[in-house]
């Protein structure tokens, strides 16, 4: 008789770990016992050696479906006598790793329960078991059980502690389980917040939904604001209600078949849309669907999701096939309202009804979006049902590191040993609310992962709100600045397990750069310890800062000018006097800091075709300009790749010069041609840019693989050529499948850079190299500042006016940078 204590780590809290323990011991005729336990699951288990290897075996080759097991380790114990094996309550243990599993959409043995009359949960919103229902949303600590979740409030009747405490019942040990008899109920609200008399809430608000209201309905990570989608009137209120013109909303559909109906989708959509993370999945409308116009103006895609709670699914059913828009419960930028009191507050002027319940949500959390290309995921927010499942690193962290991501399209990232747990989406911090969201979420996973960070790592520029919390909060820890279009580089390394040099090309909209400008169109050469700029594109003027992001026909009078151009081809887009101002701003350099963006270079050759000279939310004026690339051409715009002397900016870096691609594109617009065949030739120009010059640093350095990552790479045509062209010339191609292109992605790239930086001292880096900082290095062992205060690698966090270039620089780091909120608070 030998007896063997088990240690498992990975995601086995929440997912019906112990109870299958508990059966396969049993069924093994093994005894002792699981508990749950900080780490993990903590397993003592006694019997014949032949019986325990097979144990083992089961253990880790056929766990649940939900569980993912990162390691298990075993010693041997003498044998103690047990006389059956037991669940033991859960302990505690500070020394390992918490994992925490997301929220999973309902299983189908609970939508059977569901929509059986005769079954004591027949439409009861809040049905679960082990294998699916709220997780990260309902955890206020770990380990993971009932009195630690929100469910603690909800004493379990007779009928459902018999179920919990039954080894064979696919209810045993499910935290959040609950009947109508003891559970969550649901109440239907008017646009005041009073109850109203109803007699089945479902009922009254698909009866509301029918009938064109609009419908604040309470879900797993928050609010949504509902509305029909097949009616156009219900959708422009919406939109006009909550101050969200343009901007695409999602919908959601009964099933698979109703996905179907409204869009086209391969088998690899279909999965997604199905798999217990239920995302909302980017597919391709069909001609003529009958979706309200303005659900998605404009626009070739739908974002569509599948019900992923007993909620969602009774709501849906009550509608009978009819589609229903499913947007975040907010105003504009807003973090999505999670509590009711807030969301009464804040919703009252959207919502007619409100359909709500008393299970309270611990942490807000945004539904995901993904989308497929080629075959595979590449996610485009990645929360609910996503989060926060860790993800490998390729080094070692240092200790406890804490990643802060950037400013935009927010993330952060815990970092212990090998491990990253990343954040849900947190939304953009320009906004005080989401800064506040933000800021809730980190001391959450800090006491939900039970981590104390060690070290913190944050973006290069001074004015992000997550560079602002890691200088106020970080007291004796190091601080590691790290340059955005590195993280982006070190990014889709990581999640590729790459630990090699590689080329980067990183392509977005707005970063701080080493040298005090703004870069996005950037190529890196290095690894995670250091990085050299080996080309980017020209710099071009941004006149007014944020404004040319919001108006793209600023950014192309800029680059019209740049070529030599006049700006007759904007007479329609701006007034005379707008366009001798901003002409005046660039001549002038006024608020008009230089910027490297491939972000606004397809904005302005957007803006040059006519496809808009306004855009309501980020990335519109590109994100139509693709759309429109329904022609082929085999012919590209031409474009230069320049070297510069010593003295420019970027020292030793190529500059890729695109003077002569709008030359040809306003050639093409003053001939007449379609914006789709200007829209065709560009995106294969810049695949070709990607090309030629990946081809060229290869012949300078050898490097022979390249990642693909920045927010541009969210353009699916784009991505598809790009990455056609390059493995054509023989290139070792990797783009983004676990985290986002965007900013969504940086703070697993911080975490990889912090996990290979050495902490004691600085590295010894060869001339034209920059450290993880964007510290430039002058030769061997010299990490001494550039003499030049405008020249490479320059980090200057508070100009004196009279340095060269202060004025400029100023300007860039208000580009997406300081928040108004913040700067209100500095002030008072």
Known sequence: MDRRV????????????????????????????????????????????????????????????????????????????????????????????????????????????????????????????????PRLTIVTGAPYDRERTTMARFAMCLECRAEYNDPGDRRFHAQPIACPACGPRLRILDEHGCPLASADPLVDAGI???DGLIVAVKGLGGYHLACRADNETAVRELRRRKHREEKPFAVMVRDRAAAEHWCEICPAEAE??????????????????????????????????????????????????????????????????????????????????FLTHDRPI??????????????????????????????????????AVLALGGQLKATFALGRRRHAFLSHHLGDLDEYSAYRAYVEAIAHYERLFNFRAERLVHDLHPDYGSTTWAREHAGTRPLLAVQHHHAHMASCMAEHGLNEPVIGVTFDGTGYGTDGQIWGGEFLTGDYRTFRRAAHLRPIALPGGDQAIREPWRVAAAYLLDAGEDLDLLRDQASPHALANVGRMIERRLNAPLTTSAGRLFDAVAAL???????????????????????????????????????????????????PLIRAV???????????????????????????????????????????????????????????????????????????????????????????????????????????????????GDLSRARDPDGPGRVRWNHPPSLPGARARGAARRVRARPCWLRSLETR
Request: aromatic share 6%.
């Open 666 to 780: 306003a050639r093409d617009v003053r001939l007449g041609h379609e914006p789709a065949v200007i829209s065709r030739r560009f995106h294969r120009t810049m695949a070709e840019i990607v090309g030629r010059v990946c081809s060229l640093i290869r012949d300078e350095t050898g490097l022979d693989a390249v990642v693909l990552s920045g927010g541009v790479f969210m353009n699916v045509l784009l991505t598809r050529a790009a990455v056609a062209r390059l493995t054509v010339d023989g290139f070792r191609v990797y783009r983004h499948r676990l985290v986002p292109p965007n900013d969504g992605g940086l703070s697993l790239g911080q975490l990889a850079i912090a996990a290979a930086h050495d902490w004691r001292e600085p590295p010894k880096l060869p001339k034209g190299a920059a450290d993880v900082s964007g510290n430039p290095g002058e030769g061997p």
């Open 6 to 133: 088990i240690a498992v780590t990975g995601v086995v809290q929440g997912v019906g770990f112990r109870p299958f323990v508990h059966g396969l011991a049993e069924h093994l005729g093994l005894r002792g016992f699981v508990m749950n336990q900080s780490g993990g699951v903590l397993i003592e288990v006694e019997g014949d050696p032949g019986s325990l290897d097979r144990f083992l075996a089961e253990l880790t080759d056929r766990p649940p479906p939900l569980a993912r097991i990162d390691e298990v380790c075993w010693t041997p114990r003498p044998a103690t006598g047990e006389s059956r094996f037991r669940i033991d309550p859960s302990g505690g243990d500070a020394t390992h790793s918490v994992f925490i599993s997301p929220d999973v959409g309902t299983c189908s043995a609970c939508l059977t329960e569901l929509f059986d009359p005769g079954d004591r949960r027949y439409r009861y919103p809040f049905l679960n078991c082990t294998h699916c229902g």
């Open 208 to 210: 509301a939904l029918r």
């Open 272 to 353: 997604l849309l199905e798999s217990p993370r239920r995302p909302i999945v980017l597919l391709r409308r069909r001609t003529g669907a009958a979706i309200a116009e303005s659900v998605a103006p404009g626009n070739l895609w739908l974002g569509i999701m599948l019900p992923y709670t007993p909620l969602h699914h009774l709501l849906v059913a009550e509608l009978d096939g009819i589609p229903i828009v499913l947007t975040s419960g907010n105003r504009s930028d807003e973090p999505i309202a999670h509590e009711d009191g807030d969301a009464l507050a804040r919703l009252h002027e959207i919502a007619d009804r």
């Open 362 to 399: 611990h942490l807000r959390c945004d539904d995901s979006v993904t989308r497929v290309v080629d075959g595979d995921e590449m996610p485009l927010r990645r929360s609910r049902g996503y989060a926060p499942l860790p993800l490998n690193l390729p080094l070692e962290c240092p200790g």
């Open 609 to 659: 075709a006519g496809v808009r000279s306004r855009v309501r939310y980020e990335g519109q004026a590109a994100i139509e300009f693709e759309w429109m690339a329904s022609k082929f051409l085999n012919e590209d715009y031409p474009f230069d790749i320049e070297r510069p002397t010593s003295g420019d900016s970027g020292r030793g870096a190529r500059v890729i010069s695109v003077r």
